[in-house]
């Protein structure tokens, strides 16, 4: 009974799990890596044909989008998830694949010009998706799935998105049962739409994600409509559009509840009467399964609209973009206007076209409201990035940058702490998981110090005996050559290097004596207090 890692250790994107059970080969995610790859990853140590079942997190393509690939590979099993995951995931892969099929399309037309530039093959294409597509069980929340003999399943809400979850795997070998529980992406507490994270209260070893692992959210409540409201009226003020590049399943649908509340009330004095256009046939569709799902998912806020009539997704001047066409003729549009348009993270879709035509102007705002991962042109905007390049043309970034402070669907350190709590029982072991290189560090020291728990950061190829409790493999990060970081400053690249490394010799000195930890501890200490 051995768990294998294989994607989003030490990485934010790309979360996959492989493991050997009851004569088994089981998949826990295969998401896509987004913005660079930073560490090489080991692909999963079987052909895709032997693979028998797959479990999801949730639907966003980080945990989903290599699912299609491995249906073109030949995996034949069940992929068991929630029912609202399942609808999700359904359109983001269809998405996805017509994604990939775009872009081969647009590469080949290009290598026609040019005898140098061979044929591009997409990664999948919609048969792929659809054969993904075909291979889902839909689970409620909640209920404890026997899928064979020694195999288990359950999923738990965990208020990240619609009807993602935390996985409860229980295997049973040779009369001995292990329960692995995979925490998928937490969400944040208190956020619009969505019920607060649930709980698990057992495992034998935990796998959890550390994205915000080492920072906190502001502990004051912020008023996400005011804040919106202050951003509408200023840019407005000036004649300029607010751009919001927008994850389409999820954060999207957030937007769109503020806005309808900022409309219904006419809290925009500068232009009560603004439209919003929604460019994203996906965020369409997703939204719609927002809809259909409301009643398992919505917290008690969001319940109350529907039970009387109001769709909380919905409101006078919101305008829908499906088409090409529709996209580019939003741009023609000379009034002040609201554009939310995908992706998120502003490395694909039409959000680009939107950031070609407003960076450039003063007037107009740029707002993010989600996470930025390493390697993205959202990244490098909220970074401060002066000029950008986009469809080979350098752009001066004149536009304000703004940020939506606490919008967050992933839960802060204090909410990982908090649900790691829900344990009644300390796990064996917690790996830790999906998080940039140094935070999945410094969140497994986080969970030592506070909560006394036996915590580590694997890299990619760590192969882990759930039986005996013991490294098969400890694998190290190697880090790919082309995305090292580099700032512009020779010596503070070295110094940044040195951390590197510094808590790449902790994690390896894991087991020493105490005595000899408590040296080291103090030697960091002391020089921490020097420099700091």
């Known amino acids: 009974m051995k768990i294998t890692f294989v994607g989003a250790d030490h990485e934010v994107t790309g979360s996959c799990h492989y493991i050997e059970a009851c004569g088994r080969h089981i998949l826990v995610d295969y998401g896509m890596e987004q913005g660079k790859d930073l560490f090489e990853n080991i692909d999963i140590p079987v052909e895709a044909s032997q693979i028998d079942y797959v479990f999801l997190t949730h639907a966003h393509i980080d945990h989903s989008g290599l699912l299609p690939l491995l249906a073109k590979n030949g995996y034949a099993g069940n992929t068991y998830m929630t029912v609202a995951t399942a609808d999700l995931a359904g359109i983001m892969l269809r998405d996805s694949a017509h994604i990939q099929m775009f872009e081969a399309e647009w590469r080949n037309r290009k290598a026609k010009r040019s005898k140098d530039i061979p044929l591009f093959t997409p990664l999948y294409d919609m048969a792929d998706a659809v054969g993904a597509i075909d291979s889902f069980v839909p689970v409620p929340y909640g209920e404890r799935v026997k899928v064979e003999d020694g195999i288990e399943v359950r999923f738990t809400d965990v208020g990240h998105l619609l009807g993602s979850s935390a996985v409860e795997l229980w295997l049973t070998e040779d009369g001995v049962t292990k329960k692995i529980v995979f925490s998928g992406d937490i969400g944040n507490k208190n956020q619009p739409l969505l019920k607060d994270p649930g709980y698990v209260r057992d495992a034998d070893y935990v796998l959890i994600e550390s994205t915000y692992g080492d920072r906190l959210h502001s502990t004051e409540k912020v008023d996400y409509v005011a804040e919106l409201v202050k951003i509408l009226d200023r840019t407005f003020s000036r004649g300029g559009n607010v751009v919001i590049p927008s994850f389409a ?70 305008n829908l973009a499906i088409t090409s066409d529709e996209s580019k003729e939003i741009n023609d549009i000379d009034e002040p206007k609201v554009i939310i348009s995908a992706s998120g993270m502003c490395d694909a879709g039409r959000i680009r076209h939107h950031l070609k035509h407003n960076l450039w102007r003063a007037e107009s705002t740029i707002l993010f409201v989600g996470y930025q991962s390493v390697g993205t042109l959202g990244r490098s905007l909220v970074e401060g990035a002066e000029k950008v390049k986009l469809f080979g043309e350098e752009i001066d ?31 064996s072991k917690v790996f830790v998981v999906h998080g940039e290189d140094i935070v999945t560090e410094t969140f497994a020291g986080t969970l ?52 590197q490394r510094l808590m790449s010799i902790i994690r390896k000195n894991e087991h020493l004596a105490n005595k000899e930890l408590a040296r080291f501890a103090d030697q960091i200490d002391a020089l921490s207090e020097k420099w700091g």
């Open 249 to 318: 399943v999820g954060r999207t649908q957030e937007i769109l509840y503020f806005m309808r509340e900022i409309k219904q009330k006419g809290l925009v004095r500068s232009k009560p009467d603004f439209k919003v256009y929604m460019d994203s046939p996906l965020a369409v569709d997703a939204t719609e399964v927002f809809h259909k799902n409301g009643k398992e998912c919505f917290d008690e806020e969001a319940m109350r609209f529907v039970e009387t009539g109001i769709n909380p997704l919905d409101f006078p001047g919101l």
């Open 397 to 427: 970034v004149k536009a304000e940058i703004a940020k939506l402070v606490g919008l967050s669907g992933h839960a802060d350190k204090d909410g990982l702490l908090d649900w790691m709590r829900g344990f009644e029982n300390k796990p």
């Open 448 to 499: 030592k110090e506070e909560l006394g728990l036996d915590a580590y950061a694997p890299f990619s190829g760590t192969v882990y005996d759930l039986l005996t409790g013991e490294f098969v493999h400890e694998a190290e990060g190697v880090r790919k050559a082309e995305t090292k970081r580099h700032t512009g400053n020779a010596v503070f690249d070295r110094l940044l290097a040195a951390g």
